[in-house]
């Protein structure tokens, strides 16, 4: 998986322009020889996503550190954690940082000391940081409000965690989920759902209000352990929950009762995925590994809208939707579509 003697990187942050696709400004936040490689077809020393509050950009590099620039490229703060991640068969880093008021959260969940902390997002100055007992996972954190309490929700595969936003105390864990999570924790009500599909694959939906240890009791309100996602981040939209398998299957589920309205049915072609699906105007969209990007309509019934086929393209990462305009970026190209 990449593993072996590495060479000198820059790790850069570039700033497109939305219209025009032009390179408005690139900065090199570190040069360094990386410690460990990533997976040769799905990742890079560069997998991480960042992500803006409209007033800056925060750059995650993992054992690289972050990088807090201003919209104009200026370097406002960084800070490096000390650490070298080694993540399970070298699959690579690629947990991404979350916003939520003005706090940043990010997870060091590897097969060293597993840690969560949560930075000023103005200073990057540290307000609290937690161990966790966890191995390689790459579920993004997921922040909720429930009841008054503001809470952080971390999928992993010995428990899922809800932590006190504010001062990092565990709420609840609960236990059942597999091996490699990755698929983003999502929020309905009074429940969240949390998923893997490696080894030992599990979704539950885990219903909020409890302490302590929830593992084995009625708080799981309904689990499934056929047709899950291993990479894909699930949808959620009118109560519907859809699930897009690696191998080109979808699902969609009552999100409260977990009754399938449809489930594992396989879309037209055979299609391989990496890339999460995104909803927009009642629609899904998936952009696969095999050119194409399809079109479904949300609802209870099954059905494909439309295929477009971007010719000799492969897709690993998730499709961007904004202000009318998909962006897309494959494995050697980055496209806009808009209707203008």
Not at 26 to 33: E, I, S
Not at 250 to 255: G, K, M, T
Request: glycine share 10%; net charge negative.
């Amino acid at each position: 998986m990449g593993s072996g003697p590495q060479v000198e990187h820059k790790f850069d942050v570039l700033c497109i322009d939305r219209k025009t696709g032009k390179i408005l400004w690139q900065r090199t936040a570190k040069t360094a020889v990386p410690h460990e490689g990533y997976h040769n077809q799905y990742g890079s020393f560069a997998s991480n996503s960042p992500v803006t509050d409209g007033q800056y950009v925060y750059a995650f590099f993992g054992s690289r550190g972050m990088y807090c620039y201003d919209l104009e490229g200026n370097l406002i703060w960084q800070k490096d954690f000390g650490i070298q991640m080694r993540m399970i068969m070298a699959f690579g880093e690629g947990m991404a940082p979350v916003i939520s008021g003005d706090r940043l959260i990010l997870v060091f969940d590897h097969e060293g000391d597993s840690f969560m902390v949560v930075l000023d997002k103005n200073s990057g100055k540290e307000i609290w940081k937690v161990d966790r007992d966890e191995v390689s996972s790459w579920a993004a954190p997921l922040v909720l409000e429930y009841k008054g309490q503001k809470q952080i929700v971390v999928s992993a595969t010995n428990k899922v965690r809800s932590y006190d936003f504010d001062t990092g105390e565990v709420i609840w864990e609960c236990g059942g989920l597999g091996r490699n999570a990755i698929p983003h924790p999502v929020h309905q009500d009074d429940f969240v759902l949390v998923m893997t599909g490696y080894m030992a694959p599990n979704l539950m939906a885990i219903r909020l209000g409890g302490k302590g240890d929830l593992t084995g009791t009625d708080a799981v309100i309904w689990s499934q352990t056929r047709g899950n996602s291993y990479t894909a981040s699930p949808v959620i939209h009118d109560n519907k929950f859809y699930v897009l398998t690696d191998n080109g299957m979808i699902s969609c589920y009552n999100a409260q009762t977990g009754e399938p309205y449809y489930h594992q049915v396989r879309l037209p072609k055979s299609y391989q995925f990496k890339s999460s699906p995104v909803g927009a105007d009642g629609k899904l969209y998936l952009a696969s590994e095999n050119e194409d990007v399809l079109v479904l309509r949300m609802g209870e019934k099954f059905e494909v809208l439309a295929t477009n086929t971007m010719t000799d393209q492969m897709f690993i990462a998730t499709p961007a939707i904004t202000g009318g305009e998909i962006y897309l970026r494959s494995q050697e190209r980055l496209y806009c579509i808009s209707e203008d």
